[in-house]
C-alpha cells in the first residue's frame, strides 16, 4: 500500500485534545474528570496568589454532571487581541497555549504556565458558558465542544468584577455515568484555604443544598493541626515546627513527628497538590535530615552500632511543604510533579539552616524527635532479616524463585502482563482455564490475608500469602522496592462478589496502600468487577453487577419475555467461559483502577476501619447507621 502526503492527517485546533484526553488530563476516569475542574479552579485561585481576588464558588450542578466556578477576580480580558481579532476570553478558551501566564507581566506566580488548562476544559466539555463582570460592563459567551456557539454578548451595567465558568464534561468521552464526588471536592476547596491564608472558597451541592464556607487564617499550620489530629496518633512533641520563607522561592514549611509507623507529606507547588513530590519535597526532605544528622553529631547523640537512615529519621512525620515558583516546570499537563532543579538547593539550605536553629532553640523537643529517631532505627534493624528473607525470594529475573502456585503467563514484557489475585483455589482454577496464556498470570490465595494496619512489619514480612504476592510481583518492598522490576503492568484484585471477597479485597487494598502505595500512584492496581448475576432474556445473556444494574436490565426487556436470574454465590460457581466472558476479556471486562485522590481522607478511614482501636469503628457504625438500608445478608 503506498504511502503518501495524503495519508497523513492534521489535526487543527483543540481536534488534538478530543482525539487523545489522556495526554491532557491523564485519563478519562474519575481522575480525568474532577481533572477539569481543578484546572478552573486554580485559575481563580491564582486570581487570589497574585492578590486580585479574595472570594471563590463553586457550585456542583444538581445532577453532579456540570460545576460552575465563580471569582471575584478582575475578569479575563474580553478586548480584542490584535493579532487574532477575536476577544482575549474567545481566545483563551479556544487555543491552546493562549493565556496571560507566559511572560510573567499579569501573574507573578500563577499554577500553571502552558495555557492550555481552560481550553482543554472547553474542549473535553459538552457546553460551557464563561460571564465576565469587567469594566462596569456584564459579557458572555457560550461554546459547544470547544467552539464558540456565537460572538461575545455585552450585556447590562454592573460593578460587579470576575469570572464564571459553568461547564459540563462530555458524556461521549468520559461516559454516560460520570459525575463530581462532592466530598472530594469539598476536601480539595478546603485544601486550597489553608494554603492561601485570606482566601475564602464557598462550596454549593445544588443536588442536597448544603453550602460549605472555608477559611483558615492559620494556614498550613491549622492544616497540619488536621493532619495530626485526624489521624489518630499523639505527638512526640509539643510545639510544631514551621517555616516561612519570603526570599525567592517563597515557600511555606509546617511539621511535626508522631507516634506513627509511617511518613505523611502533603506538597504542593503554587497551590496545587503535587502527589508525586518533586524538586521542592526533595530539598525539605535533604535539608531536615542533614540537620537532624548535624545535631545528633555535634551534640554526640547518635548510638554506637546504630546507623540512621534517611527513613529513620522522617518515620512518623506529618509534613506540609507548599511552594510558589515563578516559572514552575511540572511534569506533564496533570502536574502531579514539580521538576525546577534549581529549586531543590535552595529550600534544602534553607530548611537546613533553619530547622538547625530551632532545635538548638527547643532542647525538649528536639531531645523527644531525637529519641523518636533512634527508636525507628533500632525497630527497622531488628526486622531487617525478615525483610532480607523476602527480598531473597522476590522474582528478580523472569522466573527465578516465583511461588509455586503462580500459573505465570508467557509474555514477559510488563506493558502487556497481568496478573490476577484470585479468591480461593477453586476460582484460580476457572481463571488459569479462562485466561490468556500469554499475557494473564493467575495466583490464587487461601482465605483471607493479614491485615497489614494492624500487623507489625516482621509479621507482615513473614505471611506466606504476601511473601508470595511480593515474589510475584518482583519489585522488592521497603527500600527494596524498585519499580523497573515490576513483572505486571496491571494487577487485579478478582474476589466473590460478596461481603467476604469485599473484606479481602478491603485486605489486599490495605497491604498495598500501607507498603506498596508506589504501585497505586503509578494505576498498577485494579479491582476486577465479576457479576453477581446471570440474567437470561430469551436468548440474550445479560450480566449484573449488582442489584440495582439486575433491577434495570430487568425493567428494560420486553414485557413478554421469559426472564431467567442465577446468582452466584461466588467465584467458584461460574464455569470458566463465564469467567473469561465477563471477567478477564480485555475486550468486554469491566474493571476500576485504583487511585488515591483524597489522601487525607483515605488515611483516616484506612486508619479507623482496619486499625486497631475499635472506638474508631465504632464511631462510623453509629455515623453510618441511620443511612443503612436493611440488606439481604448471607448466612
Request: net charge neutral; proline share 4%; hydrophobic share 35%.
Amino acid at each position: 500500500m503506498a504511502y503518501t502526503a495524503k495519508d497523513i492527517d492534521v489535526l487543527e485546533g483543540l481536534e488534538p485534545v478530543r482525539k487523545r484526553p489522556a495526554m491532557y488530563i491523564g485519563g478519562t476516569d474519575a481522575h480525568g474528570y474532577h481533572h477539569l475542574l481543578w484546572e478552573i479552579v486554580d485559575n481563580s485561585v491564582d486570581e487570589a496568589i497574585n492578590g486580585h481576588a479574595s472570594r471563590i464558588e463553586v457550585a456542583l450542578d444538581p445532577d453532579h454532571r456540570g460545576a460552575t466556578v465563580t471569582d471575584n477576580g478582575r475578569g479575563i480580558p474580553v478586548d480584542t487581541h490584535p493579532k487574532f481579532k477575536k476577544s482575549a476570553l474567545e481566545l483563551i478558551l479556544t487555543t491552546l497555549h493562549a493565556g496571560g501566564k507566559f511572560e510573567g507581566k499579569s501573574y507573578q506566580v500563577a499554577g500553571g504556565l502552558h495555557g492550555v488548562g481552560s481550553s482543554v476544559v472547553n474542549a473535553l466539555s459538552s457546553d460551557m458558558t464563561a460571564t465576565v463582570w469587567r469594566g462596569g460592563k456584564t459579557y458572555s459567551q457560550s461554546y459547544q465542544r470547544g467552539k464558540a456557539k456565537g460572538k461575545l454578548k455585552s450585556g447590562r451595567k454592573t460593578s460587579k468584577r470576575g469570572t464564571s465558568i459553568h461547564f459540563r464534561p462530555d458524556s461521549e468521552i468520559f461516559g454516560k455515568r460520570a459525575a463530581f464526588d462532592s466530598s472530594r471536592v469539598a476536601e480539595r476547596l478546603e485544601a486550597k484555604t489553608y494554603l492561601h491564608r485570606g482566601l475564602k472558597i464557598v462550596f454549593i451541592d445544588q443536588k442536597t443544598g448544603d453550602k460549605q464556607e472555608f477559611e483558615h487564617p492559620g494556614g498550613i499550620v491549622d492544616f497540619l493541626d488536621k493532619l495530626v489530629t485526624e489521624r489518630g496518633k499523639p505527638p512526640v512533641h509539643k510545639d510544631p515546627f514551621t517555616l516561612e520563607y519570603e526570599d525567592d522561592p517563597r515557600f511555606e514549611v509546617a511539621l511535626h513527628w508522631t507516634e506513627s509507623t509511617d511518613e505523611v507529606i502533603r506538597s504542593y507547588a503554587n497551590g496545587i497538590p503535587t502527589g508525586s513530590g518533586g524538586t521542592h519535597e526533595n530539598g525539605f526532605k535533604q535539608g531536615l535530615s542533614k540537620a537532624i544528622r548535624s545535631h545528633m553529631e555535634t551534640q554526640k547523640l547518635t548510638p554506637k552500632g546504630v546507623k540512621i537512615s534517611a527513613d529513620d529519621i522522617r518515620e512518623g512525620l506529618v509534613a506540609i511543604v507548599s511552594a510558589y515558583v515563578g516559572e514552575p516546570q511540572f511534569q506533564g499537563q496533570t502536574k502531579d510533579r514539580l521538576n525546577n532543579p534549581e529549586v531543590t538547593a535552595q529550600i534544602e539550605t534553607a530548611v537546613r539552616t533553619a530547622f538547625e536553629q530551632w532545635l538548638l532553640n527547643n532542647k525538649t523537643s528536639a531531645e523527644s524527635i531525637i529519641a523518636r529517631v533512634i527508636i525507628s532505627a533500632r525497630a527497622r534493624a531488628a526486622s531487617r532479616a525478615a525483610s532480607q528473607q523476602v527480598s531473597r525470594k522476590t522474582a528478580v529475573s523472569h522466573r527465578l524463585n516465583l511461588p509455586g502456585k503462580l500459573a505465570d503467563c508467557s509474555s514477559t514484557n510488563p506493558n502487556d502482563s497481568e496478573l490476577f489475585l484470585v479468591e480461593g483455589d477453586s476460582a484460580g482454577g476457572n481463571a488459569k482455564q479462562g485466561r490468556d496464556r500469554k499475557t494473564q498470570a493467575i495466583l490464587p490465595l487461601r482465605g483471607k490475608v493479614l491485615n497489614a494496619e494492624r500487623a507489625s512489619q516482621a509479621q507482615i514480612l513473614g505471611n506466606r500469602e504476601l511473601q508470595d504476592i511480593v515474589s510475584a510481583l518482583g519489585c522488592g518492598i521497603g527500600k527494596d522496592f524498585d519499580i523497573s522490576k515490576l513483572r505486571y503492568g496491571r494487577v487485579f484484585l478478582l474476589m466473590d462478589a460478596d461481603s467476604d471477597g469485599h473484606h479481602i479485597a478491603t485486605l489486599l487494598l490495605t497491604f498495598f496502600y500501607r507498603l506498596l502505595p508506589q504501585l497505586i500512584k503509578s494505576g498498577h492496581i485494579y479491582l476486577a468487577q465479576p457479576p453477581l448475576y446471570r440474567i437470561d432474556i430469551g436468548k440474550e445473556v445479560h450480566w449484573a453487577l449488582d442489584d440495582t444494574e439486575r433491577d434495570r436490565i430487568i425493567a428494560e426487556a420486553p414485557k413478554n419475555a421469559k426472564v431467567e436470574i442465577s446468582r452466584f454465590k461466588g467465584l467458584g460457581e461460574m464455569t470458566a467461559e463465564e469467567l473469561k466472558e465477563t471477567t478477564l476479556d480485555k475486550t468486554r471486562r469491566r474493571a476500576l483502577r485504583v487511585t488515591v485522590e483524597g489522601e487525607l481522607e483515605a488515611d483516616r478511614v484506612f486508619s479507623d476501619l482496619m486499625g486497631k482501636d475499635p472506638a474508631a469503628r465504632f464511631s462510623f457504625i453509629m455515623e453510618q447507621a441511620p443511612r443503612a438500608e436493611a440488606v439481604e445478608l448471607d448466612v
